[in-house]
């Protein structure tokens, strides 16, 4: 995975530009106004699924009753907060959306790993009317996204402990100082020299040059070809066609075959 610091990638999209020349080191304001930038494009890209480079394998124990869990470092509202932050049940930064959660089942030997769908604010608030609902195993989740933590609900509420694999979007760190180093995966950095040009040339009062955006479009274009993913039709036990290869069994009947 390349890495590259973060004064670079600012320098190299200003003389993209036409604003700043090799042989002279970047301004204060330079630096200020690129590391600016380049944290709002960072929060931007991350909005975008063809943008996200991983998806983490992020391991859950579930609590008997326990209901919801909080996701989060606990980070204090304000930057002069005296208060030490406390993390959260699963104490990593909360994503901005989960994309999928595996349930791990299975006593001895080799453990199986059973989908549980994440549901959208609407799903599981319309469709799931009785929420405290338990089971031996939850078949359904939803994140809400409050802060400081996020809350991730399971349904029905588990009264096993059982552990759960969970697979957030995670895309790139914010930056700090210029002097900061990214790991950046193939074909990101290109992209974030070209996507932080455009976004800084409003900054200098600047038009990107039309060889410019077919760049830009191209390494965005080609960070978007890796991540995207195409779904395979599989045939089920009736001979109906869907967007799956799991199939159309129960958890429990699973676990009586």
């Not at 036409?18 to 709002?40: F, I, W």
């Not at 049940?89 to 299975?106: K, Q, S």
Request: proline share 11%; charged share 15%; hydrophobic share 40%.
């Amino acid at each position: 995975m390349p890495t590259v610091i973060t004064g670079n990638l600012i320098a190299h999209s200003l003389r993209l530009l036409g604003v700043h020349s090799p042989s002279q080191p970047l301004s204060a304001d330079m630096s200020e106004t690129g590391r600016m930038v380049l944290n709002a494009l960072i929060s931007s890209l991350g909005l975008d699924r063809l943008m996200i480079p991983t998806r983490p394998k992020v391991p859950l124990t579930l609590v008997p009753g326990k209901n919801p869990y909080s996701w989060g470092t606990g980070r204090p509202t304000h930057a002069l907060d005296p208060v030490q932050p406390v993390p959260g049940d699963i104490p990593l930064a909360p994503p901005i959306r989960l994309e999928a959660a595996m349930l791990e089942v299975g006593d001895s030997g080799e453990p199986y790993e059973w989908p549980i769908e994440v549901l959208t604010q609407t799903e599981y608030a319309q469709g799931v009317t009785m929420k405290g609902m338990d089971s031996q195993y939850p078949s359904l989740c939803y994140l809400e996204r409050t802060e400081p933590y996020h809350q991730l609900f399971f349904w029905p509420v588990p009264t096993s402990s059982y552990r759960v694999h969970l697979y957030p979007w995670v895309f790139l760190q914010r930056v700090t100082s210029i002097v900061q180093q990214l790991d950046l995966p193939e074909g990101y950095e290109l992209m974030l020299v070209h996507q932080l040009a455009l976004h800084q040339a409003p900054e200098y009062n600047r038009d990107p040059s039309p060889h410019l955006l077919r760049l830009a479009e191209a390494s965005r274009a080609a960070v978007a070809t890796v991540n995207v993913t195409v779904g395979r039709l599989t045939s089920d036990y009736g001979g109906a066609f869907r967007h799956s290869d799991v199939p159309v069994v129960d958890l429990p009947s699973f676990l009586s075959l």
